[in-house]
């Protein structure tokens, strides 16, 4: 079964950045496609980016420009580089697969603000 370790939250003023990073317990990164969603309280936890194993890069329009994915295959490790954070970005923030697993990690807490 594979397993999903969030890193790297915490609080950071807007238009700080941070790098979330997800180490996966498996080499599934040349199979899978990877994703990162994130959860704001009181709403639905949606896709933030995702990686393929091949082809393009996805990013919702609310981070296009601002965030990137990217993965290390080595590694089995993915991350997720913030810039330009905003207080709309506070969410507790996930990786898994795309379409994501059943089950999900306990996320790493992303708190925008001054």
């Known amino acids: 079964q594979v397993q999903f370790v969030e890193s790297g939250g915490g609080l950071v003023q807007p238009g700080g950045s941070l790098r979330l990073s997800c180490a996966a317990s498996g080499s599934i990164f040349s199979i899978y496609a990877l994703g990162w969603y994130r959860q704001a309280p009181g709403k639905q936890r949606e896709l933030v980016a995702r990686?393929?194993?091949?082809?393009?890069?996805y990013y919702a329009d609310s981070v296009k420009g601002r965030f990137t994915i990217s993965g290390d295959n080595a590694k089995n490790t993915v991350y997720l580089q913030m810039s330009s954070l905003k207080p709309e970005d506070t969410a507790v923030y996930y990786c898994n697969l795309h379409p994501p697993l059943g089950y999900w990690g306990q996320g790493t807490q992303v708190i925008v603000s001054s």
């Open positions: 990686i393929p194993s091949f082809g393009s890069t």
